[in-house]
């Protein structure tokens, strides 16, 4: 998936799964690709980008907006200040059925599902057998008689077969689950403004609707819809599930506030790193465990005590014993901090790796995350990263970069 590039002077992309993503060369312009446009996968919104100035790019096979006409930073400041609209109908959203979802779900899963009330949602991981981290996904627990789950395009097709080959297993030993692959379209509306905004095209108060809550209700008319309060920016915001012939109506509409504005991967990119939001495939993957990526709340209290969750003989052991290696974030000056730039001590040993990093627009330095031996992950650590032949001083930050802005109702 997405990692943040800084090529002669300008943002790019880069990626580090076969899966595909964008690759921006000199000046921005896409690199040649085996894949042609013609066979990309398109959202529903796909005619709307190019009619809007969108510059389209490869991303997880799928054609998808890089950026508009504003510049990349302007639409990063943008969403902080206001609100932005990303397409994210490229990602996996699914739905599963039948008394026994619950168990379901939670064999492949760390998280807690059973403790979620209606309409809840939590962040969680697929994990396999050795403790590796599959993917990320959001789980809901809907009052509708099913789970909604979203997960990443880039793992789209991984996921699908890993669940479909452990639903043959749970039928087969005779429990009730079922799943269906859902066409609607995923938009995500982001930035402080947004309550502002959406709330005109909805009758449910939103102040009532807290971070990581979901309802399912009409949006500016438009029947079918489940809004989400979540995202991937570290701003308040939701994310819309819209029937696929509906998406376009949508995002004119919220388009005529003049608070609401398009923003494509580069700005959703960088506004996720400010966050300290892991992304798939450069931040973890499965050669890495929630407790090396920092993402032990993830694992449920009663799933600990349990130990019923995939790969929790490894797992469970390293929130004690400790790892060797811990994701930590990393602030510098000088030039960018690129993926894969090697991390050192202060006397020249490598002691690790960055998995992302870019310019903050909102900071003025450069910030990014990696990992590094654990006695080196202390906040505060001074270190170095080799930019370019260059030793360049860096230091150990708390993540979020930015203060992150989710609306929990207080």
């Known amino acids: 998936m997405l990692a943040r590039v800084f090529v002669n ?34 959202t529903p919104l796909y005619e709307f980008h190019r009619a809007q100035g969108g510059k389209m790019v490869e991303f997880a096979g799928w ?74 996904l959001i789980v809901t627990k809907t009052d509708k008689e099913y789970l909604y789950m979203v997960s990443n395009a880039g793992c789209a097709d991984k996921d699908s077969a890993h669940l479909q080959a452990k639903l043959q297993e749970f039928k087969a030993a005779g429990h009730d689950v079922d799943l ?10 982001q930035g402080p403004s947004m309550a502002q905004v959406l709330q005109e095209g909805v009758c449910d108060d939103l102040s009532k609707l807290t971070f990581m809550t979901s309802v399912l209700t009409p949006v500016f008319g ?6 989400t309060r979540c995202g991937y920016t570290g701003e308040d915001g939701v994310e819309i599930s819209v029937p696929r012939e509906s998406v376009v109506a949508l995002t004119e509409r919220l388009l005529v506030n003049s608070e609401v504005k398009l923003a494509g991967l580069g700005a959703r990119d960088s506004l996720r790193l400010e966050a300290g939001l ?63 730039t090697p991390i050192l001590s202060t006397d ?16 003025k330095q450069n910030v990014a995350m990696g990992y590094v031996e654990t006695s080196f992950s202390k906040v505060g650590t001074p270190i170095q990263v080799e930019v370019r032949k260059k030793m360049i001083p860096a230091v150990v930050s708390k993540m979020p970069f930015v203060p992150t802005n989710y609306y929990t109702g207080r």
């Open 222 to 227: 438009i029947q079918g819809c489940r809004v």
């Open 9 to 42: 002077g300008r943002y790019g992309l880069s990626n580090r799964v076969s899966s595909g993503a964008a690759r921006l060369g000199v000046a921005g312009q896409p690199e040649r690709s085996s894949t042609t446009e013609a066979t990309l996968k398109r």
């Open 180 to 189: 269906e692959y859902m066409e609607e379209s995923l938009i995500a509306l």
């Open 348 to 363: 020249g040993r490598i002691i690790g790796e960055v998995t992302s990093g870019c310019p903050s627009p909102c900071l």
């Open 278 to 340: 892991c992304l798939y495939g450069n931040d973890i993957d499965e050669t890495t465990t929630p407790v090396e990526a920092s993402l032990v709340w993830t694992i449920g209290k009663r799933r600990r005590q349990v130990r019923d969750f995939p790969g929790a003989d490894i797992i469970l052991p390293q929130i004690k014993a400790k790892t060797p290696r811990k994701r930590v974030g990393l602030i510098s000056n000088g030039p960018p901090v690129r993926q894969h």
């Open 63 to 136: 054609s998808m907006p890089v950026q508009y006409k504003d510049s990349h930073i302007a639409s990063h400041l943008h969403t902080r200040q206001h609100c932005s609209i990303f397409d994210v109908s490229h990602m996996l959203q699914t739905k599963v059925y039948g008394k026994d979802r619950v168990k379901f779900v939670e064999s492949l899963i760390v998280g807690d599902i059973e403790e979620l009330k209606d309409n809840q949602g939590t962040l969680s991981l697929f994990t396999n057998t050795k403790g590796g981290i599959m993917d990320d």
